[in-house]
């Protein structure tokens, strides 16, 4: 059992360039999300889709955007890096139907550490 | 807005003690609650939730936590604390609605051998 997948793991990112982190989940869960975890802040939520072709916007979203064109992926696109963006991001996905022990479970990925200089 | 308080950035314990780690939340509607752990460079882990129901939970890894609505808090308790256990633990909450979590800052729990 695969889970939540996020590639890359690690990753040095030039101040002005943009990048693709990629997520992908075999759960067939419909929820799908984007956090970033910054030393000393806990977890703030960047995106948020609530399934294929529909996403939202979370506390931090300025400076990203994302997509959801399948419910398995779920990109996050980081465009013109900042130094701010420096953190480490983590996708997330949970199951909200109408029944299951494990609704509502946010299923977390390893994270991608980026370092934008 | 949902907010959730740690107040305690370390928790020291001795292994074998009793071990609790603090959480106080605010939200609009019915809280769904729930405490997540994260080991050195790795992802969080689920631990346990209340969304309704009796007010202890147990979780995995003989973790439990006691809900209280009149105190607003959901604490997370283990009766006998193992080395293995020195962890960074998030408490977070959500209303219900459709977006995300809001989690605490954490708490790094060490447990002395």
């Known amino acids: 059992n695969a889970g939540v997948t996020q590639t890359p793991k690690f990753h040095i990112l030039k101040i002005g360039q943009s990048m693709t982190l990629q997520c992908t989940q075999d759960m067939n869960h419909n929820y799908m999300y984007w956090y970033r975890q910054d030393p000393g802040m806990g977890l703030k939520l960047i995106y948020y889709s609530v399934g294929a072709g529909i996403t939202d916007k979370g506390e931090v979203p300025n400076g990203y955007n994302v997509s959801r064109s399948t419910t398995e992926d779920f990109p996050l696109r980081l465009e013109l890096a900042a130094p701010s963006q420096t953190s480490v991001y983590f996708c997330a996905s949970s199951y909200t139907g109408l029944a299951g022990g494990n609704k509502n479970i946010q299923y977390f990925g390893a994270g991608t550490r980026l370092s934008v200089l | 807005a949902q907010s959730v308080a740690q107040p305690e950035d370390q928790v020291n314990v001795a292994e074998g003690n009793p071990l609790t780690v603090k959480c106080t939340y605010s939200v609009s509607g019915n809280p769904y609650l729930f405490w997540y752990v994260q080991y050195p460079n790795r992802g969080l882990q689920f631990l346990l939730k209340?969304?309704?129901?009796?007010?202890l939970v147990k979780g995995s890894y003989g973790f439990e936590a006691e809900f209280n609505k009149s105190q607003t808090s959901f604490h997370l308790k283990k009766p006998s604390a193992l080395v293995s256990d020195s962890a960074l633990y998030f408490c977070?909450?959500?209303?219900?609605?459709?977006?995300?979590?809001?989690f605490g800052k954490g708490t790094h729990l060490i447990i002395q051998p």
């Open positions: 977070a909450v959500r209303d219900g609605g459709a977006d995300g979590l809001t």
């Open positions: 209340y969304i309704t129901g009796d007010n």
